[in-house]
C-alpha cells in the first residue's frame, strides 16, 4: 500500500449478505475492496491482487479459513499480511486454531459494524508501521553489511548477550554460533589481543566505557581487526543494568594506516626505519636515560665514495650494496646492541637508514659501561660494513666514515646530539682515503662555527667579487738566467680575517659548488693581465693556470676558455693549465 493509495482488503465470505454489508462498511471508510465466496478463489485473488489485509470467515463449503490462512502464510508473499478471521464458532478452541493458523486478529459473529472499521483500520496501520520497521531493518542491514558493521545489546540480569543478524558474520561464524554471554567473543580473539578485551569488558561491568581494537582469527585462516565501542547502561539505582555497543570490521582501514605509517618512518628499500623514525626513537631514548641517569651514543655512518659506486655500477648495483649494509647493521644491532628485531614501534629504531649515502646506530647504556666501550662498538660495526660485498660479479669493500656523539656530554636533546653527530661526520669525511672515526668535541663546534662564517664571507666575496688578487709568481729558466712565464697564485683577504689561505677556501669552493665560477675568474684575470702586458710592450710569457678536477670535468670548459681568450685576443701559446693527477683518473676518455 503506498502512501497515495487507498488500502485493499479482500473479503471472503461464503454468506453474500455478510459480504454485502462488510464492502459497505469498509467502503465508508475509504477503503477498496475484492470479495470471495470460497477458500480456492480467495486463494487465487490473494496471489493476483496481493491486497493489504484478509477479511476470512472461519467455516466455507470448499476450504475452510484455517487451511487458507495456513496457506497464506507458507507463501513468502503473504508471512506478514494481517488476517482477520470471522466466525460465530463458539469456545476457545476456535480462536487457538485461527492464531495456529497465523491470524493477526480474531472477531466473532454476528459483527459490529462500528467495531469492524476501527478494527481494520488499526489493524492496517499497524501493518503499515511493521512494514516500514521491515523496510528500515532491512536497509539498516544492508548498511552494516555494506559497512562490515555489526550491533550487539547486553542484559546485566539475566548475562544474556544479543547481536543483530551481522555481528556473528564479523567474527567469521554461523549465526547458529553467535555469543550469547558477554564474554564469548573472546573465543574468537587472537590470543595476543585476549588480554585488552578482557580488561574492557571488566570495565563495562563497573559502568566503563571503551573503545578497543583487536584481531579475530577466521575458520579460514583470515585475520580480521574488529572496533569494538561500548557504551553502558544504569538503572534508577545508579547499578549497571547492561550496555550496548557496536562491532565493524576496520581491517582495511588498519592497513591502510599502517601503510601510511610505513611509509612515513620507514626505507622502503632497506626496509631500515628512516631519519625521521630514528629522530623520534632518539628522542623516546634521552627521555628515559634522563631519569635513570644512563648515557646514550649515536653513530652517524656515511659511505666512503658512493657516489662513484652509483657511476659505474648504476642505481641498481648500488640499491643492492646498500640493502647488504643494512642487513648487516640490523644484524649488529640485534646481536651487539641488544635491540632485537626492528618492528613499527619507533622506540625500537637503534639503526635506521639516515641519508642516501648514511646510516645512523644508536647504543644505549647496556653497551656503554665503560669509556672505551663507544670505541670498540663503532670498531666491530666499521669491520662488518667494510667486509667485501659481492655485487654483480664485483667484490666491494666499502670504506665508512663515522661520527660519534655521547649523551649527556655532547647534547641535551636529539636535535643538538645529532648535529653534534653530524659535525664530527663532516669532519671525517675529510680524510680522503675514507674510513675515519671521530667522536665529537667542543674544539669541532668552533671549528664547524668557523666554517660556517668562513662560508658566508666565501659565498659574498664571490658575489661581490671582492678580496680575490692574483699573485705571480715568475719561472725562471736558470741555464738563460731569464724569466720564460708565470704561475697565476689565487689569493683572497677577507676584510674580517684577513689573508686567507688557499688550503682553506679552495676545498671550501669545491663543496659549495663555487669552484667553477671562481676558476672562471682567476682565468679571465689571468687572460686580462697577459693582454695588458702585451699592450705594454713587453715580452709574451706563458702564465699557469690551476685548474680543479670538477671544472676539468665542466662540460662547458673549452668554450668558456675559447671565449675568454677570444675576448682578449690570445691564443693558446699564452696560457696553459696545470692539473692534478685527480682530474685524469676515473674517465681517460674524456680527460683525452
Same mark, same amino acid.
Given at each position: 500500500?503506498?502512501?497515495?493509495?487507498?488500502?485493499?482488503?479482500?473479503?471472503?465470505?461464503?454468506?453474500?449478505?455478510?459480504?454485502?454489508?462488510?464492502?459497505?462498511?469498509?467502503?465508508?471508510?475509504?477503503?477498496?475492496?475484492?470479495?470471495?465466496?470460497?477458500?480456492?478463489?480467495?486463494?487465487?485473488?490473494?496471489?493476483?491482487?496481493?491486497?493489504?489485509?484478509?477479511?476470512?470467515?472461519?467455516?466455507?463449503?470448499?476450504?475452510?479459513?484455517?487451511?487458507?490462512?495456513?496457506?497464506?502464510?507458507?507463501?513468502?508473499?503473504?508471512?506478514?499480511?494481517?488476517?482477520?478471521?470471522?466466525?460465530?464458532?463458539?469456545?476457545?478452541?476456535?480462536?487457538?486454531?485461527?492464531?495456529?493458523?497465523?491470524?493477526?486478529?480474531?472477531?466473532?459473529?454476528?459483527?459490529?459494524?462500528?467495531?469492524?472499521?476501527?478494527?481494520?483500520?488499526?489493524?492496517?496501520?499497524?501493518?503499515?508501521?511493521?512494514?516500514?520497521?521491515?523496510?528500515?531493518?532491512?536497509?539498516?542491514?544492508?548498511?552494516?553489511?555494506?559497512?562490515?558493521?555489526?550491533?550487539?545489546?547486553?542484559?546485566?540480569?539475566?548475562?544474556?548477550?544479543?547481536?543483530?543478524?551481522?555481528?556473528?558474520?564479523?567474527?567469521?561464524?554461523?549465526?547458529?554460533?553467535?555469543?550469547?554471554?558477554?564474554?564469548?567473543?573472546?573465543?574468537?580473539?587472537?590470543?595476543?589481543?585476549?588480554?585488552?578485551?578482557?580488561?574492557?569488558?571488566?570495565?563495562?561491568?563497573?559502568?566503563?566505557?571503551?573503545?578497543?581494537?583487536?584481531?579475530?582469527?577466521?575458520?579460514?585462516?583470515?585475520?580480521?581487526?574488529?572496533?569494538?565501542?561500548?557504551?553502558?547502561?544504569?538503572?534508577?539505582?545508579?547499578?549497571?543494568?547492561?550496555?550496548?555497543?557496536?562491532?565493524?570490521?576496520?581491517?582495511?582501514?588498519?592497513?591502510?594506516?599502517?601503510?601510511?605509517?610505513?611509509?612515513?618512518?620507514?626505507?622502503?628499500?632497506?626496509?631500515?626505519?628512516?631519519?625521521?623514525?630514528?629522530?623520534?626513537?632518539?628522542?623516546?631514548?634521552?627521555?628515559?636515560?634522563?631519569?635513570?641517569?644512563?648515557?646514550?651514543?649515536?653513530?652517524?655512518?656515511?659511505?666512503?665514495?658512493?657516489?662513484?659506486?652509483?657511476?659505474?655500477?648504476?642505481?641498481?648495483?648500488?640499491?643492492?650494496?646498500?640493502?647488504?649494509?643494512?642487513?648487516?647493521?640490523?644484524?649488529?644491532?640485534?646481536?651487539?646492541?641488544?635491540?632485537?628485531?626492528?618492528?613499527?614501534?619507533?622506540?625500537?629504531?637503534?639503526?635506521?637508514?639516515?641519508?642516501?649515502?648514511?646510516?645512523?646506530?644508536?647504543?644505549?647504556?647496556?653497551?656503554?659501561?665503560?669509556?672505551?666501550?663507544?670505541?670498540?662498538?663503532?670498531?666491530?660495526?666499521?669491520?662488518?660494513?667494510?667486509?667485501?660485498?659481492?655485487?654483480?660479479?664485483?667484490?666491494?669493500?666499502?670504506?665508512?666514515?663515522?661520527?660519534?656523539?655521547?649523551?649527556?656530554?655532547?647534547?641535551?636533546?636529539?636535535?643538538?646530539?645529532?648535529?653534534?653527530?653530524?659535525?664530527?661526520?663532516?669532519?671525517?669525511?675529510?680524510?680522503?682515503?675514507?674510513?675515519?672515526?671521530?667522536?665529537?668535541?667542543?674544539?669541532?663546534?668552533?671549528?664547524?662555527?668557523?666554517?660556517?662564517?668562513?662560508?658566508?664571507?666565501?659565498?659574498?666575496?664571490?658575489?661581490?667579487?671582492?678580496?680575490?688578487?692574483?699573485?705571480?709568481?715568475?719561472?725562471?729558466?736558470?741555464?738563460?738566467?731569464?724569466?720564460?712565464?708565470?704561475?697565476? =697564485?689565487? #689569493?683572497? $683577504?677577507?676584510? !674580517?680575517?684577513?689573508?686567507? +689561505?688557499?688550503?682553506? &677556501?679552495?676545498? %671550501?669552493? /669545491?663543496?659549495?659548488?663555487?669552484?667553477?665560477?671562481?676558476?672562471?675568474?682567476?682565468?679571465?684575470?689571468?687572460?686580462?693581465?697577459?693582454?695588458?702586458?702585451?699592450?705594454?710592450? =713587453?715580452? #709574451?710569457? $706563458?702564465?699557469? !693556470?690551476?685548474?680543479?678536477? +670538477?671544472?676539468?670535468? &665542466?662540460?662547458? %670548459?673549452? /668554450?668558456?676558455?675559447?671565449?675568454?681568450?677570444?675576448?682578449?685576443?690570445?691564443?693558446?701559446?699564452?696560457?696553459?693549465?696545470?692539473?692534478?693527477?685527480?682530474?685524469?683518473?676515473?674517465?681517460?676518455?674524456?680527460?683525452?
Amino acid at each position: 500500500m503506498s502512501a497515495t493509495s487507498a488500502p485493499l482488503v479482500l473479503v471472503v465470505d461464503d454468506d453474500a449478505t455478510t459480504r454485502m454489508l462488510t464492502v459497505e462498511a469498509l467502503s465508508v471508510l475509504g477503503i477498496e475492496t475484492l470479495e470471495a465466496a470460497g477458500g480456492a478463489l480467495a486463494l487465487e485473488l490473494f496471489r493476483r491482487r496481493l491486497p493489504d489485509l484478509v477479511l476470512l470467515d472461519v467455516v466455507m463449503p470448499d476450504i475452510n479459513g484455517f487451511q487458507v490462512c495456513r496457506t497464506i502464510r507458507h507463501d513468502s508473499v503473504g508471512q506478514h499480511v494481517p488476517i482477520i478471521m470471522l466466525t460465530g464458532l463458539e469456545g476457545s478452541e476456535s480462536i487457538d486454531k485461527a492464531y495456529e493458523a497465523g491470524a493477526t486478529d480474531f472477531i466473532s459473529k454476528p459483527l459490529n459494524w462500528t467495531l469492524l472499521g476501527h478494527r481494520v483500520r488499526y489493524v492496517l496501520r499497524a501493518s503499515e508501521m511493521r512494514r516500514a520497521l521491515a523496510i528500515s531493518e532491512a536497509r539498516l542491514l544492508q548498511a552494516q553489511r555494506v559497512a562490515r558493521m555489526g550491533s550487539w545489546n547486553w542484559d546485566a540480569r539475566n548475562e544474556l548477550l544479543d547481536g543483530s543478524t551481522t555481528y556473528p558474520e564479523l567474527f567469521g561464524v554461523a549465526a547458529g554460533r553467535r555469543p550469547r554471554r558477554l564474554e564469548e567473543p573472546l573465543n574468537f580473539v587472537h590470543p595476543g589481543d585476549r588480554e585488552v578485551l578482557e580488561e574492557a569488558l571488566e570495565g563495562l561491568r563497573d559502568g566503563q566505557a571503551y573503545q578497543v581494537d583487536y584481531r579475530t582469527v577466521w575458520p579460514d585462516g583470515s585475520v580480521h581487526t574488529l572496533r569494538d565501542t561500548a557504551v553502558p547502561e544504569f538503572d534508577a539505582q545508579g547499578q549497571v543494568s547492561g550496555a550496548h555497543g557496536t562491532v565493524q570490521d576496520v581491517t582495511e582501514q588498519v592497513d591502510a594506516e599502517r601503510r601510511i605509517r610505513y611509509l612515513a618512518y620507514f626505507d622502503p628499500l632497506t626496509g631500515l626505519p628512516n631519519r625521521n623514525a630514528f629522530r623520534e626513537a632518539l628522542e623516546a631514548s634521552l627521555l628515559r636515560a634522563s631519569r635513570v641517569g644512563e648515557a646514550v651514543a649515536i653513530v652517524l655512518l656515511d659511505l666512503h665514495r658512493f657516489g662513484l659506486l652509483n657511476d659505474s655500477l648504476g642505481r641498481e648495483g648500488a640499491d643492492q650494496v646498500l640493502q647488504v649494509v643494512s642487513s648487516r647493521l640490523r644484524e649488529f644491532a640485534r646481536e651487539v646492541l641488544g635491540s632485537g628485531d626492528v618492528t613499527d614501534d619507533t622506540e625500537l629504531a637503534t639503526t635506521a637508514r639516515y641519508g642516501p649515502d648514511q646510516f645512523a646506530v644508536m647504543a644505549r647504556a647496556h653497551v656503554l659501561d665503560g669509556s672505551g666501550s663507544a670505541v670498540e662498538v663503532v670498531g666491530e660495526l666499521q669491520a662488518r660494513v667494510s667486509a667485501p660485498i659481492e655485487v654483480m660479479k664485483h667484490s666491494l669493500v666499502m670504506q665508512a666514515s663515522v661520527g660519534v656523539a655521547r649523551f649527556p656530554g655532547h647534547g641535551d636533546s636529539a636535535e643538538s646530539l645529532l648535529k653534534s653527530a653530524e659535525t664530527a661526520l663532516r669532519q671525517a669525511k675529510r680524510d680522503p682515503v675514507g674510513g675515519n672515526v671521530l667522536e665529537y668535541s667542543n674544539r669541532m663546534r668552533e671549528q664547524s662555527v668557523g666554517r660556517l662564517q668562513l662560508e658566508s664571507s666565501l659565498r659574498l666575496a664571490m658575489e661581490l667579487k671582492l678580496g680575490f688578487a692574483l699573485h705571480y709568481q715568475p719561472k725562471v729558466d736558470l741555464d738563460a738566467r731569464c724569466v720564460i712565464g708565470a704561475e697565476a =697564485l689565487l #689569493r683572497w $683577504r677577507d676584510p !674580517v680575517r684577513g689573508n686567507v +689561505s688557499p688550503v682553506e &677556501f679552495i676545498p %671550501l669552493a /669545491e663543496e659549495m659548488g663555487l669552484i667553477i665560477p671562481l676558476s672562471e675568474w682567476v682565468i679571465d684575470s689571468a687572460c686580462r693581465q697577459v693582454a695588458q702586458w702585451r699592450d705594454a710592450g =713587453l715580452p #709574451r710569457r $706563458r702564465i699557469a !693556470v690551476n685548474l680543479s678536477a +670538477s671544472h676539468f670535468k &665542466f662540460s662547458g %670548459l673549452v /668554450e668558456s676558455v675559447v671565449r675568454i681568450m677570444d675576448r682578449y685576443g690570445l691564443d693558446g701559446r699564452d696560457i696553459e693549465f696545470e692539473l692534478t693527477e685527480s682530474a685524469l683518473i676515473g674517465d681517460p676518455a674524456m680527460a683525452v
